[in-house]
């Protein structure tokens, strides 16, 4: 029973997307304590069992409380584990992606956050440019056959915000006819009943998911 | 720094599935100590910083010193944590799943190992029942799109006994023509020159993988 006494290090991590100028863009902190203080990172921390009910719980509570954020979808990504990672021992790290729309980051004057565009994502401390990459690698399978691009905005979204998330999330211009008779068939959107953006010239309809909750399709958008 | 003290449990556990009468079986096993003494479950056992290089290092390790078996397709499944789900404490389980041909299970003549159909693999002790049907629902999302159910098969198969493997991941029929153009397109199998199975009452060519891993396919088998 040996082995039950020595416990490594579990952590959370959390690559945080919105979009922002119809680019994904990561959310990282200003580490402040080493190691890699002073150095923007994933945000991230310990799993404490004691007021955590689950790894999901942490990693919802590590964003709330170390930069104020709500995602609007988080879920789990998968597990990094080794000695190399962290130079405080060996650790595995539980990682999530949250999507959450630019307006909720932009509320957040916190100093010790900044955006990045995708390529300028590189070069984090510790295993996290790996991190990103799966997220980003994750997030682009399920968007073509879910409505995950879809909680990057707003709560009211116009079609055309929605196929630039899409866009912005797959890496690659749709047609915005197809896409819109896709949307419809897949029933994942509803219109708010009066309610019209004035950010364009012309008002458009704003709409909103359906369901609360992310949906899979089954076919590709 | 003091919730770097408090670490909770971190184990592995691997769905171990193989194909026995052409029907996709999980390999259970009966454990020796409590919590659930006596009781068919996973395969697994906690993480040993000292001797793991990773999770997937642990996984490998716990299936071969508790079940004498090596997979051939070990992936990461997802983890799954919480106070309630072990008796003994908050615990996080980084769970695998394990493919391998039904011959390498037979050959392990361990009493406490056990081969159980998908349809009686329920009522498993901890959380089980949960990342058994996790596992389960991403290895078919994964079988259509990847060469993953000739994991479950000897080095060296016939197309028809590929065609059965894709069959019971995936819980539907196939056409058998539609199924050899599509595995032929997709290069993914090669002929083992001059090797024929004499299983049937026809000689049939034998073929393996032509690359070791999985293969992701652009579109559905």
């Not at 009066?194 to 364009?200: L, P, R, W």
């Not at 008002?203 to 399709?217: K, S």
Request: with cysteine; hydrophobic share 40%.
């Amino acid at each position: 029973m040996n082995q039950e006494l020595i416990r490594p290090i579990l952590t959370v991590d959390i690559v945080v997307l919105t979009l922002h100028e119809q680019r994904v863009h990561v959310v990282v902190q200003k580490r402040d304590k080493p190691p890699h203080a002073g150095h923007f990172a994933l945000i991230g921390g310990y799993v404490r069992p004691e007021e955590d009910v689950s790894t999901a719980a942490a990693a919802a509570r590590v964003l709330r409380d170390k930069a104020g954020l709500t995602a609007r979808l988080l879920e789990q990504l998968m597990t990094f584990s080794g000695t190399e990672r962290d130079p405080r021992g060996w650790s595995a790290s539980v990682a999530y992606y949250g999507l959450l729309p630019y307006q909720d980051v932009a509320q957040q004057v916190r100093r010790n956050l900044k955006m990045l565009p995708l390529d300028r994502a590189t070069g984090l401390p510790f295993d996290h440019d790996t991190i990103v990459s799966k997220a980003l690698e994750r997030c682009r399978r399920r968007a073509a056959y879910s409505s995950l691009p879809a909680f990057l905005l707003p709560i009211a979204f116009t079609q055309s915000a929605l196929r630039h998330a899409y866009e912005a999330v797959l890496g690659r211009a749709l047609n915005d006819s197809a896409f819109r008779r896709k949307i419809d068939e897949l029933r994942v959107i509803e219109p708010l009943a009066g309610n019209v953006s004035k950010a364009t010239a012309r008002p458009a309809q704003l709409y909103r998911l359906g369901r609360g909750h992310i949906v899979e399709f089954d076919r590709t958008v």
